[in-house]
């Protein structure tokens, strides 16, 4: 039986890939694969190449021998955290996910627990191969050899998948004989804390608490750091962890081979663990599994909240109030504004701004309080750039998630201009007031700077107050133009083909708009250059800031403005019946 899912398992990687090559006679594609596979090579690719035939990564971050127990110790305490967190979080019983087809002929068909549970271990294999390789090419760059850290990635995520799934059996198993979550929560939290006391005792007794000298500098801390991962409790309590991150960081293949048997040694234990476990799982699978067929159905119906669905929740609260006349624009912004969720809210955004409030008020009476704000103002700055580069990718509670309802927006007495200013306005208010709220505590954090900064950071800010939430929206603008005006090229929706080719599509649509948004913000420059360097003369290279700042936002908003008609236009024109991403 087990070699028949195994052959069921081949047969379905053939099709996929089968699949895959077919659909290459299509141009998007194609080109797409092209781009694609020429970003992976250029950027992963040839590294690794040139790892296997020099034998060593092709990058210059490479662990020294004295810091090999610290960096060993660092990744045995994040495996043990993780794995620890996977006794405490979890409450569900043991699922195995199956799919329709799978439930319907697998759970009738005479096939034992272990030849099921066999049968997702080889499923999570490919996922694991795949996973192993990709961090393999992210992780070249530290020294050894590339073989080495594909093996070692390869068994520190088998080994961790395995002891996900042991651990959701042995929970199983503890409700069945009566103890609760909560129950099981409080005595492994109680354990913990047993053994915590017991470790503090020890560690009080065999290692020298740490004096100004061990934390004077970072070589300093790094050293103090080895003495106590080295000896006292955290030497024997990391030590099986150690042994499966060990392989990994081997510099050299005698090292890797004399990891290599105790590695494998707690892998096999915990496949041990797994196939003994006679845990029943079959109904916990098939809610899962009709979960995950609805999700599926949600996400091709261009549901995107169906994943949520199936979740017993409290209706998300609106932002605002609608009321029940006034313009449509608001009506199609209190809409999308619901899509942005639980996880970026009005009450979390207070949140922030109080906790941003508290450390600036609490870091004035700090001696080195205007090195921190100086530290402070960079960090806003970088993020305010990762914002304008990463914002409009995030929030796409646009026609990039609602293309799939468009015979439902077309249906709405209002002209084209009117409905895509609805739809562009939700992800531009909301990150344009997280902006604003940076700016805010930038603006705070003045009264710290050293002197020579104070007038610098002011007449900055104010130059950015109107021009962020217009380069917002020119920056939603042409992604949303790009969804209207090539449908079928855009990947829309989680249920979108993916592969080298997606990615080689999304490339060639990210250099596209990265033209366009140059040639959108040229006007706007010559406006700041117009109003600048003319008042340069007179007021100094600081103060016209502002003047040009509003120069140039006041172009970036006819071009705004501009973008909003074509958009409508754009939206009128557009044929319901070519499906996004066909």
């Given at each position: 039986?087990?070699?028949a899912?195994?052959?069921?398992?081949?047969?379905?990687?053939?099709?996929?890939?089968?699949?895959?090559f077919?659909?290459?006679?299509?141009?998007k594609?194609?080109?797409?694969?092209?781009?694609g596979?020429?970003?992976?090579?250029?950027?992963?690719?040839?590294?690794?190449?040139?790892?296997?035939?020099?034998?060593?990564?092709?990058?210059?971050?490479?662990?020294?021998?004295?810091?090999?127990?610290?960096?060993?110790?660092?990744?045995a305490?994040?495996?043990?955290?993780?794995?620890?967190l996977?006794?405490?979080?979890p409450?569900?019983r043991a699922?195995l996910?199956f799919?329709?087809?799978?439930?319907?002929?697998?759970?009738?068909?005479?096939?034992?627990?272990?030849?099921?549970?066999?049968?997702?271990?080889?499923?999570?294999?490919?996922?694991?191969?795949?996973?192993?390789?990709?961090?393999?090419?992210?992780?070249?760059?530290?020294?050894?050899?590339?073989?080495?850290?594909?093996?070692?990635?390869?068994?520190?995520?088998?080994?961790?998948?395995?002891?996900?799934?042991?651990?959701?059996?042995?929970?199983t198993?503890?409700?069945?004989?009566?103890?609760?979550?909560r129950?099981?929560?409080?005595?492994?939290?109680?354990?913990?804390?047993?053994?915590?006391?017991?470790?503090?005792?020890?560690?009080?007794?065999?290692?020298?608490?740490?004096?100004?000298?061990?934390?004077?500098?970072?070589?300093?801390?790094?050293v103090?750091?080895?003495?106590?991962?080295?000896?006292?409790?955290?030497?024997y309590?990391?030590?099986?962890?150690?042994?499966?991150?060990?392989?990994?960081?081997?510099?050299?293949?005698a090292?890797?081979?004399?990891?290599?048997?105790?590695?494998?040694?707690?892998?096999?234990?915990?496949y041990?663990?797994?196939?003994?476990?006679?845990?029943?799982?079959?109904?916990?699978?098939?809610?899962?599994?009709?979960?995950?067929?609805?999700?599926?159905?949600?996400?091709?119906?261009?549901?995107?909240?169906?994943?949520?669905?199936?979740?017993?929740?409290?209706?998300?609260?609106?932002?605002?109030?609608?009321?029940p006349?006034?313009p449509?624009?608001?009506?199609?912004?209190?809409?999308?504004?619901?899509?942005?969720?639980q996880?970026?809210?009005p009450r979390?955004?207070?949140?922030?701004?109080?906790?941003?409030?508290?450390?600036?008020?609490?870091?004035?009476?700090s001696?080195?309080?205007?090195?921190?704000?100086?530290?402070?103002?960079?960090?806003?700055?970088?993020?305010?750039?990762?914002?304008?580069?990463?914002?409009?990718?995030?929030?796409?509670?646009?026609?990039?998630?609602?293309?799939s309802?468009?015979?439902?927006?077309?249906?709405?007495?209002?002209?084209?201009?009117?409905i895509?200013?609805?739809?562009?306005?939700?992800?531009?208010?909301?990150?344009?007031?997280?902006?604003?709220?940076?700016?805010?505590?930038?603006?705070?954090?003045?009264?710290?700077?050293?002197?020579?900064?104070?007038?610098?950071?002011?007449?900055?800010?104010?130059?950015?107050?109107?021009?962020?939430?217009?380069?917002?929206?020119?920056?939603?603008?042409?992604?949303?133009?790009?969804?209207?005006?090539?449908?079928?090229?855009?990947?829309?929706?989680?249920?979108?083909?993916?592969?080298?080719?997606?990615?080689?599509q999304?490339?060639?649509?990210?250099?596209?708009?990265?033209?366009?948004?140059?040639?959108?913000?040229?006007?706007?420059?010559?406006?700041?250059?117009?109003v600048?360097?003319?008042m340069?003369?007179?007021?100094g290279?600081?103060?016209?800031?502002?003047?040009?700042?509003?120069a140039?936002?006041?172009?970036?908003?006819?071009?705004?403005?501009?973008?909003?008609?074509?958009?409508?236009?754009?939206f009128?024109?557009?044929?319901?019946?070519?499906?996004?991403?066909?």
């Amino acid at each position: 039986m087990l070699a028949a899912l195994f052959h069921l398992q081949y047969l379905s990687a053939r099709n996929r890939l089968v699949t895959r090559f077919k659909r290459l006679k299509k141009p998007k594609y194609l080109f797409g694969a092209i781009v694609g596979g020429f970003y992976f090579y250029f950027y992963f690719f040839r590294y690794l190449f040139k790892g296997f035939g020099g034998g060593q990564s092709a990058g210059n971050l490479v662990i020294s021998p004295e810091h090999q127990l610290l960096i060993e110790s660092c990744a045995a305490l994040a495996l043990f955290i993780i794995l620890l967190l996977a006794w405490i979080i979890p409450h569900e019983r043991a699922a195995l996910t199956f799919t329709e087809a799978e439930v319907a002929f697998l759970f009738p068909a005479p096939v034992s627990r272990r030849t099921l549970v066999h049968f997702k271990l080889m499923r999570s294999q490919l996922r694991i191969l795949f996973s192993a390789l990709l961090l393999t090419l992210f992780s070249r760059r530290f020294g050894g050899h590339v073989w080495i850290h594909a093996i070692g990635w390869w068994l520190l995520l088998s080994t961790m998948n395995l002891h996900f799934l042991g651990s959701s059996f042995t929970r199983t198993m503890l409700l069945d004989r009566g103890l609760s979550n909560r129950g099981r929560r409080l005595l492994i939290l109680a354990l913990v804390a047993g053994a915590g006391a017991g470790i503090w005792y020890w560690a009080k007794a065999t290692l020298p608490p740490p004096t100004a000298a061990d934390t004077a500098d970072w070589d300093s801390i790094q050293v103090y750091a080895q003495q106590v991962f080295g000896s006292g409790p955290a030497l024997y309590l990391l030590y099986p962890f150690q042994l499966i991150v060990r392989p990994f960081f081997a510099p050299d293949t005698a090292t890797f081979f004399n990891a290599l048997p105790a590695a494998t040694l707690i892998f096999l234990l915990h496949y041990l663990w797994v196939i003994g476990s006679d845990v029943s799982f079959e109904e916990a699978s098939l809610a899962a599994s009709q979960k995950l067929a609805a999700r599926v159905a949600a996400y091709r119906a261009g549901n995107w909240q169906g994943a949520s669905a199936q979740k017993k929740q409290k209706p998300r609260r609106p932002w605002f109030q609608l009321s029940p006349t006034g313009p449509a624009v608001t009506a199609l912004l209190w809409k999308n504004l619901l899509g942005v969720g639980q996880v970026l809210s009005p009450r979390l955004l207070i949140v922030f701004g109080i906790i941003l409030g508290m450390f600036v008020y609490t870091m004035g009476g700090s001696i080195h309080g205007q090195n921190i704000a100086v530290i402070v103002e960079f960090a806003i700055a970088i993020i305010l750039g990762y914002s304008l580069l990463l914002g409009p990718q995030l929030l796409r509670m646009d026609f990039r998630r609602n293309l799939s309802s468009a015979d439902i927006l077309k249906t709405f007495p209002l002209p084209g201009w009117q409905i895509a200013l609805g739809e562009i306005l939700a992800p531009v208010t909301v990150l344009a007031g997280v902006q604003w709220l940076l700016l805010l505590v930038g603006f705070a954090l003045i009264f710290f700077l050293p002197g020579k900064y104070v007038t610098l950071s002011a007449v900055i800010g104010i130059g950015l107050i109107p021009l962020l939430p217009l380069l917002d929206f020119l920056l939603l603008l042409i992604p949303n133009a790009t969804v209207l005006l090539f449908p079928s090229w855009v990947q829309a929706g989680k249920d979108s083909p993916r592969g080298i080719e997606a990615t080689g599509q999304r490339l060639i649509f990210a250099v596209g708009q990265m033209l366009v948004l140059m040639l959108a913000l040229l006007p706007a420059f010559a406006a700041f250059s117009a109003v600048y360097f003319p008042m340069k003369w007179a007021l100094g290279p600081v103060m016209p800031i502002p003047f040009a700042a509003l120069a140039a936002a006041v172009i970036l908003g006819v071009e705004a403005w501009l973008g909003v008609m074509l958009l409508g236009k754009l939206f009128d024109r557009f044929d319901v019946t070519e499906e996004p991403g066909s």
